[in-house]
């Protein structure tokens, strides 16, 4: 029992930490550029970023806190360098990346990817902390560097436009956090145990 850790406690040595935040932190990346090979790509910088600068980081802070702002960071530097490359703005790119399985659930995966990439890249990604990754909003505010209030605006307006896009039916809960979903993202978060 001792040899588990709970997600809120640190762990003796942090290089070992980072290493349970690699499948959250490609979730993430994915959800912000779209790609498969440029969300791993995103997590392989952010972790090198994280390991030269493990020294900064202070013990007893959250760890997945502090990995995820360097993934966004790491991303935001890197779309202010690719101002000048041609957008995917028609989806015919995106249109060419290989199908996700079927989706049992209500929605199909297809219809809920195609709305999903079409919301504010701020909005992708404070709804994939809060809705898929499970940080509070006050976590998701810190690691996006904004206000507390502007995350939670962000959720309810890609929830909105989300929920407009797929023609849900007035107060028909839009939940990001079935399994199903998850797992196609990427993410593979624990079952028991996940934060709300």
Known sequence: MDNLVDEGQAVADPSQEIVMHLPAMRAFALSLTRNSSQADDLVQDAIMKAWENLNSFQAGTNMRAWLFTILRNTFYSDQRKRKREVQDTDGVFAAGLSEKPDHDGR??????????????????????????????????????????????SRVNRARLKLGEMLDLNEGEPLDLTDQQTKAVLGAQMPVSGERQ
């Open 107 to 152: 929605l199909a995966m297809a219809e809920f990817e195609q709305a999903f990439v079409q919301l504010k890249t701020e909005q992708r990604e404070a709804l994939m902390l809060v809705g898929a990754m499970g940080f509070s909003y006050e976590e998701a505010a810190e690691t996006c560097g904004v206000a507390l209030g502007t995350v939670k």
